[in-house]
């Protein structure tokens, strides 16, 4: 009989549930709208009903392997309490595992988002043909998820993972966790636009200050839409993203010598803006990228390094993620497998 | 029978081979000078003929479990040769370890020097307790090492837990590794008479200019001691040792979610004159050490943070080294039963 798990992406816009099968195969996907304005239980309503009717249209002809819940926060995996969500506040400090689970009658697994992300590119994505990889979601936040030895690496208290608040510039811009100059304050589509405001306030970025003008929705993409139009400012701000996923990469790289970092999140897509100015940084700061370096590393927007044969002596990928939107939803029900073991 | 291994440190300055027990208990130890200036194979064969001489006299009554062999550099664990190593530079891209099982007719184990004091702090000393934990060693330079369920992280060529040159300052001080700013620019022996000199220099500093007059051997040592008389400049040297170190280390436990984080080599010694800024940027910095740390993080000299118990809902410990120098040997020692797995 065939094996299928459950995997939901809680967002703070967007809820997503789906069935899929053990080999990856996806059965089937609904998105509903984040209700956050209804109020907590009515989110979770919203999902377990989801949740019921999925379990039981399929369990005639296959038998469910488990549910995976991504949840955008940090989440103690002792407690299943959320610790810090910025985009669910009214979800801190509630016991969100075990109401899911009083609710569905079933146990559930939660994880960060950020890490269900990382688990989908290792099972199906970027990563899918090696053990140990780490993943940086660039988005309204940096998120970040380690894989090793195909799961998830989750520290002592399901902490780990948190790249987005390695300190790049340490008296650098403030960040909401209470550090400053943190890796998110330079590669998120917010410190984008931030950076961007501030150029132009600084009067040096005329062409930026004419697009706020004339954008209402002057954003990530605008700036990114000018980078490759070939506006200079522009470009300077992509290559400041590029410059703060180099300096963390590096640290990365020479602490943990994987085979692999994906980059994925919304931001991703600017990939051919900003990845040069990553590798620039690798080659300077980190000796491990230097002895490991593929002979040509990928700048451009193709992905193609992704296609540099890894494992004994293998060389170091710094890689775009291949899943979207849907690496944390694959990686959701990919969690009752691999945590099972 | 009683089983035993064979640790060896190999030291820019110290040889030391040491017999110890499967239980942590030392049988025997051997310090020679490190030849280097005799040359490489002169230093091979002093090593070889101790190596010889220890299994001869100990396997009448106990069973040899393998020999391991810490080396200041960084290993490829695939071929066996040291890739780089500042302080055995004729050592760098020979086969090592093929050389010393020739000639010992046996397998031997090589590892990164740092790498073994993180296993000897994890088997006998301030880990002991705990499989999960990372180590910062402060000497000449800095080094670290990584150790996951019991065993070294290695990455995948071994060259992972280089977590001494990590970016402090992304423009800072220019580092021997090609990279600025690294960890070890600021945290190590060298880096603190530099940071001595650089005050000095700029005027600023005339008690540490007086001391520098009048001390032939200023070192890092005479700073610690004027540290601890209460001199202002020396303190602010310490407190940019300690900053860098907690700058690294929230990176770390935001990373890594470990329950312990151990600093050892010579300048942990003192401890009490930079630990208190490392407290200071970890609450800072570091939410997952914001939402783990002891009630009253130990930021005196006593150790007694180590004392916290760790564990399911634990705490996340930074900590003095245990087993000062003997930390590699130990390590050294622990590597063929925890590799034979």
Redesign the interface.
Known sequence: MTRFSIGVDLGGTNLRIAAVEETGTLIEKVTLGTKTSLGRDHVLNDMCDTIRHLATKYQATASLAGIGIGVPG?IDM??GMV??SPNLPGWVDYPVRSEIEKRLGTRVILENDANVAALGEKWLGAARDLP?MAMLTLGTGVG?G?V?GGRV???????????G??????EGSQCK????GCLEQYASATAIVRMAREAIASGEAPALSRAANSDAEFSAKTLYNMAIQGDDDARKIFHRVG?ALG?VL???V??????MYVIGGGVSSAWEVFAPSIFEELR?????Y???APSSPAGGGSGASAMVE?????K?IITRALLGSDAGLYGAARLPVVEER
């Open positions: 940090i002792e407690t610790r810090e140990d970040g380690l090793l690496w989750h520290g002592m208290n399901g902490m780990a993972g948190e790249f608040h390695t300190t790049v510039e340490p966790c209470g550090s400053r410059r300096i590096s640290g990365m020479n602490a943990l010598n994987l085979p300077q700061r980190s000796m491990v230097a002895a490991t890894p494992g004994p002596g293998g170091t």
